[in-house]
């Protein structure tokens, strides 16, 4: 009896080769693909594995105006370029699936994956052998998990399968659809070929950035006065009133106080605790090591899965903030124990392991765990996230830590100042959790109604603030808010913004003047793409089908309309839209004065040659234009003997004038040097040069995020 496993990916085949039988033999298709051979009881078994995806969507007659008229085809044939190494595989798995007696279907449990392995095995098998299939359900690539999986085997799930095949058909409507008429709105309008992205997903993200932009472009700061006091002992105590935004309120406060003592008036003692941290879900994983490493959402899950698929930690891409009780604590635990480090914290457990679970599920994952499974040879950053995860497991089993605050108010001339402080009465699962800071305050000795001596007071005048940009992590916690998206696709989606130029920055996302455009425009003529409610709606209706509340077919034909209603506003406004769009591209892309006619220099892409260059926005009336090397930034400097903007680029990166003629020497870019210590942390402050100059950053980021001009150093370490 012949069977034929499909994989996600060739290291979990070799993984759940090797759990059915120590003895599995590695083989070779065409030279390329390796795939692996056993026997089990009776059974002849084979073990293939895709690639992610072997097939894409493609339209039924590619000279159609608009798609909606689909079908999966080989992704070598859709995209020779970018797939092309998927093609042996899709071989391998029709020769060896051939004629099979069952099969079953290996690849990772959620949407993805379901749907990976059931085109696999229905367009590379055969269809007519789809009634042959069960499914493997796990959540770690270790022996005992796929053994038990292997051996209590499921039905294939259609309505997963439905899920994906319907949020596939809808993306690429929306994506592909709409961003066709946009770029072709600017062949219209400009006869420029210009490069466009819109999403079902993507355009209300971005939507979300341009408000938040808008905020802080139209937020008037106001002026508000904090009021403090330094006492013997310097203790800092602040006026009870915080913000005061009446000046003479603050003047009256500081008459009244100057030259005065301070009376203790009443000092309280409370007693507070703090709850251990719930499990990691995914997005919880990706804002911890956001806000620990500095790592984005992106970086973080590929490490992610690269543990899971390693057999060190559980599939990652979960909601769930839940341990169940049917995983094996102990087992884990004993394993990790022999990690001298870890065993230092498991050794002192207590005995019944209940972990905090949070509210969030997800019936197909638990929360993320280790396996057990200690780790060799990981890199830097992929041992950072392992040892992040094994001690976020670890702390979740201790107590809650216990506080002690000393809350004081002071009286000077009848106005009330306060301070408190808090220290720790018992650590708790603080102690296990080493990315977490602990506050411990030492208590100043004072009583009711002692005489302290004023040494200072101190009236500081500042401004309010507007709202802060996102980074990469709340920008992802807030699309969970939002429900749009899923805990799979958001950071692909942040990453798909940064890859059209429609946003910039790392520390915060600031958006292009081609991103504020695009949603201003769409805003006005087709206000539905930018729509929250329509993507929020769609995705509803797609978790809908895993109970029956909803169909494939519904939710595709509600998409088919929903975008036939947007092209039909983009085709009315085609000119206006386009003139729009590239006007605002343009701009975006100033990189300098043309040194011929005194036009605009602009960044521009050619179709043709796949690359950017840099041209002349009066072409073709000039024909000034300057090629540039891939992965070119370009500086807020510009060359002393021309003018033209100066570029860096390559590995390591050198500098140079954007005309290689100019004669400038190409220079490395230097080191970072040592020109201080951060007053925020007490690291050596270090210059650094970046895509806009030279600029003083923190040696200790991304935990400090200290950094300023060159010009404002001096002010600022005074």
């Known amino acids: 009896m012949h069977e034929v496993i499909v994989c996600e990916k060739p290291t979990s085949a070799e993984k759940i080769a090797k759990a059915l039988s120590p003895s599995a033999k590695k083989k070779v298709y065409n030279k390329k693909v390796k795939y692996w051979e056993l026997k089990k009881g009776s059974k002849d078994i084979t073990v ?43 071989r391998a ?7 099979a007696d069952s099969y079953i279907h290996a690849c990772d449990y959620d949407t993805e994956g379901t749907l990976i392995g059931y085109n696999a095995l229905k367009y590379a098998c055969g269809q007519e052998n789809l009634d042959k299939v069960s499914r493997m359900k796990f959540s770690t690539l270790t022996k005992k998990d796929l053994l038990e999986a292997y051996d209590n085997r499921i039905e294939l799930d259609m309505n997963q ?37 819109a999403g079902r997903v993507q355009t209300p993200t971005l939507s979300i950035l341009v408000e938040r932009e808008k905020e802080i472009k139209d937020f008037v700061p106001e002026p508000y006065w904090l009021i403090k006091a330094v006492v ?67 970086k973080t899950q590929t490490i992610a899965q690269n543990l899971y698929t390693s057999g060190y930690t559980s599939y990652p891409r979960t909601s769930s903030q839940k341990l169940p009780e049917s995983l094996d604590f102990k087992s884990i635990f004993t394993q990790l124990g022999y990690d001298g480090e870890f065993k230092k914290h498991i050794d002192q ?45 670890i702390s979740v089993f201790f107590e809650a830590a216990k506080f002690e605050t000393m809350s004081a108010t ?61 980074n990469q992590a709340s920008l992802i916690k807030e699309l969970e808010k939002r429900e749009l998206g899923t805990k799979a696709t958001r950071a692909d989606i942040i990453d798909k913004l940064y890859d059209r130029k429609y946003i910039t920055g790392t520390q915060q996302i600031e958006v292009n003047q081609l991103g504020e455009n695009m949603i201003d ?43 036939k209603v947007i092209l039909e506003d983009i085709t009315k406004n085609s000119n206006e839209i386009g003139s729009k769009l590239y006007e605002s591209y343009q701009e975006s892309n100033i990189i300098g004065t043309c040194p011929t006619c005194g036009g605009n220099l602009v960044k521009r892409y050619s179709p043709k040659t ?25 500086l807020k400097k510009t060359c002393e003997k021309c003018g033209l903007p100066i570029i860096s680029f390559g590995k390591p990166r050198q500098r140079a004038c954007l005309d290689s003629n100019c004669g400038k020497d190409k220079t490395k870019i230097h080191k970072p040097t040592e020109v201080g210590k951060c007053p925020n942390c007490g690291k050596p402050l270090l210059k650094r040069s970046g895509r806009y100059g030279e600029f003083i950053g923190c040696k200790g980021f991304p935990k400090c995020k200290f950094t300023c001009s060159v010009d404002e150093l001096e002010s600022k370490l005074k």
């Open 161 to 197: 399968v439905d899920t994906g095949i319907a949020r596939h058909v809808l993306d690429y409507y929306f994506g592909v659809n709409i961003s066709k008429a946009l770029m072709k709105s600017v062949s219209n309008a400009k006869h420029r070929f210009l490069k466009l992205s």
């Open 521 to 563: 425009t769409l805003s006005i003529y087709c206000n539905n793409l930018t729509s929250e409610e329509l993507t929020r709606d769609l995705q509803i209706k797609l978790d809908g089908i895993s109970n029956n509340k909803s169909t494939r077919r519904e939710i595709i034909d509600e998409g088919e309309k929903d975008v």
């Open 410 to 470: 002071l009286d000077i001339e009848g106005e009330k100042f306060r301070f408190k402080r808090r220290r720790v009465t018992h650590k708790g699962w603080m102690e296990h959790y080493p990315f977490r800071k602990i506050d411990d305050e030492i208590f100043p000795d004072i009583k009711e109604d002692d005489l302290m001596k004023v040494l200072e007071l101190i009236s500081d005048e500042k401004e309010t603030k507007p709202p802060a940009r996102y």
């Open 48 to 90: 293939v594995s895709a690639v992610g995806h072997l097939y894409s969507l493609t339209p039924d007659n590619p000279k159609d105006k608009v798609y909606f008229d689909l079908h999966w085809a080989p992704a070598y044939e859709v995209n020779k370029r970018g797939s092309g190494f998927t093609k042996d595989y899709v």
């Open 610 to 634: 796949k690359s950017s260059f840099v041209g002349c926005a009066n072409y073709p009336d000039c024909t000034t234009s300057y090629s540039i090397p891939k992965g070119t930034n370009f």
């Open 349 to 393: 457990l207590p005995s019944k392991l209940k972990p905090n679970n949070g509210k969030k599920d997800d019936a197909a994952h638990p929360a993320i765990h280790p396996t057990g499974i200690l780790p060799q040879g990981l890199s830097k950053d992929d041992k950072k996230i392992y040892e992040l995860i094994v001690y976020r497991f």
């Open 232 to 298: 013997e002992g310097n203790i800092e105590v602040n006026h009870i009133d915080g913000k005061i935004f009446d000046r003479d309120r603050a003047e009256e406060i500081m008459t009244k106080c100057q030259g005065k003592d301070a009376i203790v008036d009443r000092i309280s003692f409370s007693n507070s605790t703090t709850k251990p941290p719930v499990p990691f879900n995914l997005g919880g994983l990706q804002s911890e090591a956001y806000n620990v490493f500095g790592f984005s959402p992106k």
């Open 93 to 99: 798995i029709k020769k060896l699936g051939r004629n």
